[in-house]
């Protein structure tokens, strides 16, 4: 079912979005997927900033290119 791993936890695409449509899953996943990767500073960010912006731009991106962007690299 799950492809590729661009979601959270490799979970399908409408299983993600669904997730990041309610603003504390989509904080809690995306805090945790953040630092599983190992993207320390991407994940404080997410924790510090992830009830505004960002879940915005995750819920954007998610139904626009079927996938959650990671901004940051760091």
Do not use: H
């Not at 997730?19 to 989509?26: D, G, H, K, W």
């Amino acid at each position: 079912m799950a492809s590729k791993k661009s979601d959270y936890f490799g979970l399908s695409w409408i299983v993600s979005l669904i997730l990041a449509i309610i603003p504390v899953t989509s904080w809690i996943c995306g805090a945790i997927t953040r630092f599983s990767e190992g993207k320390i500073v991407a994940g404080l960010i997410r924790l510090i900033f992830g009830f505004n912006i960002v879940w915005i731009l995750d819920l954007v991106f998610m139904i626009l290119q079927k996938k959650i962007c990671r901004l940051l690299n760091i």
